[in-house]
């Protein structure tokens, strides 16, 4: 038998590869191909190079071959272009020494090139637009600075190298996820896209039904359901006319409407919203079932639309994963699945999905993959906790901005004995501790939700319009500031009305840990991220529910520490229990554990999805409740570029607990006074606290506290 050849053509030997590598950019003009060309050899020799990256020595000697080659770099390019000089130094430099591979070149030529060049990728992948990549080819990673677009600190850096060889900040490979869908960057809105999203940006998806029997869905004879459609356009459009409005009364400018809302027909006639003064900037129009052919056959489509100001042809976006619930929908696609992504020429990029596209993992990957950053997704789902995963994995890993619309209210049939109700939107945004948040509102009637990108508020305007029209008495028109008041708190934000019912109080406990500081006892805080449900963004104490296994409430208090901070519990001695406090409104009964330690042991980083920031402050020298405290201006990109947190109602409480249980004290009351003389102490900002990675102790050593002036009364 003869033996088959190889399916893939084997890699030539190293020195014949690097040597080809050099030829290649000797004779190359253009940056971003010189650069594709090196981090080739990076993903060829990663191996070799995650090895010998980390000998400092290597590592030096590549540097200083580095340095020679950046000496020669212009500031700009001719044309774009790079010069003979430039290009004979950079092949040059590849050649390898005795002891320096020349992967480890090539990846420091690879971020140089980035950071002095990067201006130029755009035009080069505009001029390929609408780019499609193959494996190994360069993909975009635009990134807009989180900074500039949100108040609220990012969930991750804005640039995420974790030992990529084939990623620099704004460039990398393609892999096999290239092969699976048909993804094309296209750049031919780059300009109309600028300032899409900013911080004062709001996003609105409108919500027009309230059951399905709303809908028309003609089912054959095999139960294949085509065209799904609202069942009376006409009053369809009425209600979405008068929602859109809503939405842009409330200062919408990117607004979304959920899947199969419309018929072609009607998607078309919304667009004239995009040419209103004061109309939305973008307007997803939700999607509709058509029909078209495709190679002179027949099929059935479920597309959605997206018109943009001052652009006369909408962006369109087929379906490709056909729904089986709550119909067996009969689309037929054809072809190979498309991800188009469109490209700003400030770093966004933005997508459309229909419902389930969202919910297939290769697709999410290649979309992680491509660097989206924008993603508009009209669905008609009877859940959308299946979102959830997916848009969490896009938010996190490419700080993307995520609007799922969803649409009906309420999927109970005749059968149900229980309405079924779903969310009616789920936003992604990189503020969120928990990069997503579901707004679902108690009643069906049809509204509008918002997200405002600078601060992550959500908001749901429900059918509430008549608020700020006469009365049926003659009473005046609302002015605007009323009428924004009340619809922050109006009725649909009121309490039920229904009689007071037992509360049964759940088990609880904090950690109150105490360490010794120049000014006295100091007490461990933790900043709770701003998005949970329960004291977000204040100061409180480590702590949480009572479980089956803890053993008392010092048990509770320290596993919550440790699962929160990743505070060991060998590092701390329990002093004693302070009265329990009843917190009917939380619904836990919750214990006050004191406990001491010298020097408290980490053994890890705070749990980021609870925790945005541990602190300490002196139990003498508070912020008193509800209020931020004074201080420097920090240097920017600190732990503490923002102002304090305030301290949350109980923390309070328990502080000034533990000062009437200490007054008295000689060692903290000052040799100067007397018992009876109340000290009186200025408000100073906590320290953030350093946490090791090794585990080793740590005396809460943060920057240093100022000591403050002491006045009489």
């Keep these: 038998m003869t033996e088959c050849a190889p399916c893939v053509a084997r890699l030539l ?3 014949q590869r690097v040597a080809s590598i050099q030829a290649a950019i000797a004779a190359e003009r253009e940056p971003l191909v010189t650069l594709t060309h090196l981090l080739q050899l990076c993903r060829d020799e990663h191996r070799v190079l995650q090895e010998r990256m980390q000998d400092s020595g290597c590592r030096a000697r590549a540097a200083l071959i580095v ?12 044309g774009l272009e790079l010069g003979p000089e430039v290009r004979s130094a950079l092949a040059a430099s590849l050649t390898a020494g005795d002891d320096l591979p020349a992967v480890a070149v090539a990846r420091l030529l690879a971020e140089l090139l980035d950071e002095r060049y990067c201006q130029s990728f755009r035009e080069s992948f505009r001029r390929r637009s609408p780019y499609q990549p193959g494996v190994g080819d360069p993909i975009p990673l635009d990134s807009p600075d989180m900074r500039e677009v949100t108040a609220m600190p990012a969930t991750s850096p804005p640039w995420r190298l974790a030992n990529r060889l084939d990623e620099t900040r704004h460039v990398r490979l393609a892999g096999e996820w290239a092969t699976q869908f048909q993804v094309i960057f296209d750049y031919s809105l780059a300009r109309e896209l600028i300032g899409i999203l900013g911080p004062d940006t709001i996003v609105a998806t409108c919500h027009p039904n309230r059951t399905l029997a709303d809908f028309h869905f003609p089912a054959d004879a095999r139960g294949r359901t085509f065209p799904v459609r ?26 979304v409407l959920p899947e199969l809302c419309v018929t072609e027909s009607l998607a078309a006639r919304l667009q004239s919203w995009t040419c209103r003064a004061g109309g939305p900037r973008m307007l997803a129009a939700g999607s509709y079932h058509h029909d078209d052919e495709h190679d002179g056959s027949p099929r059935r489509r479920n597309t959605a639309v997206t018109y943009l100001r001052g652009v006369p042809n909408p962006l369109t976006q087929d379906k490709h994963s056909p729904a089986d619930r709550p119909v067996n929908e009969d689309i037929q696609p054809q072809g190979w699945p498309q991800l188009r992504v469109h490209v700003s ?27 989206a950053n924008l993603l508009l997704v009209p669905a008609m789902s009877d859940t959308l906790v299946a979102f959830g995963g997916p848009v969490a994995n896009l938010v996190g890993a490419g700080q993307a901005f995520v609007a799922v619309a969803n649409n009906p209210a309420d999927f109970s049939d005749a059968t149900d004995l229980a309405a079924r109700r779903p969310a009616r939107a789920l936003f992604g945004h990189p503020g969120f501790g928990q990069l997503t948040r579901l707004v679902q509102p108690a009643g069906a009637a049809p509204g509008v939700a918002l997200l405002r990108v600078r601060t992550g508020q959500l908001q749901w305007l429900g059918n509430d319009a008549a608020r700020s029209k006469p009365s049926a008495d003659g009473t005046a028109p609302l002015p605007p500031w009323a009428d924004k008041l009340a619809r922050l708190t109006g009725r649909d934000h009121l309490g039920s009305d229904r009689q007071p019912t037992r509360v049964t109080l759940r088990a609880a406990a904090v950690l109150v840990l105490l360490t010794d500081g120049p ?31 803890d053993h008392g409430p010092a048990a509770t208090a320290l596993r919550e520490a440790f699962e929160e901070t990743a505070l060991d519990p060998g590092s701390v001695h329990i002093l004693g229990t302070l009265p329990a406090i009843a917190l009917p409104e939380s619904g836990f009964l919750l214990t006050p554990v004191l406990a001491w330690s010298p020097g408290p042991v980490f053994t890890g980083t705070p749990n980021m999805a609870e925790v945005s920031l541990l602190t300490t402050l002196p139990l003498y020298q508070p912020t008193r409740l509800g209020q931020r405290g004074p201080g420097p201006a920090p240097d920017e990109g600190t732990l503490t570029d923002r102002q304090p947190a305030a301290l949350g109602a109980v923390s309070g409480a328990i502080l000034d607990l533990l000062r009437g249980m200490l007054w008295g004290h000689g060692e903290y009351t000052g040799s100067t006074e007397t018992e009876a003389t109340p000290k009186r102490h200025a408000p100073v900002t906590a320290d953030p606290v350093s946490h090791p990675q090794d585990g080793s102790a740590s005396a809460l050593t943060g920057i240093p506290l100022t000591p403050q002036p002491r006045t009489s009364p």
């Design 13 to 15: 030997p190293l020195p």
């Design 67 to 78: 340095a020679g080659v950046r000496s020669v770099l212009p500031a700009t390019l001719t």
């Design 230 to 255: 609202p069942k009376d356009e006409e009053k369809q459009h009425q209600e979405i006319d008068r929602l859109i409005s809503t939405a842009v009364t409330a200062g919408a400018s990117v607004i």
């Design 345 to 371: 020429d400030d770093g966004w990029h933005l997508v459309l999905a229909i419902c389930r596209d969202l919910l297939n993992p290769h697709a999410v990957h290649a979309l992680t993959e491509a660097g």
């Design 519 to 549: 000014h006295g006892p100091a007490v461990l805080l933790t900043e709770r991220a701003p998005d949970l449900t329960h004291y977000p963004g204040q100061l409180v104490f480590p702590g949480g529910a009572a479980e089956i296994g």
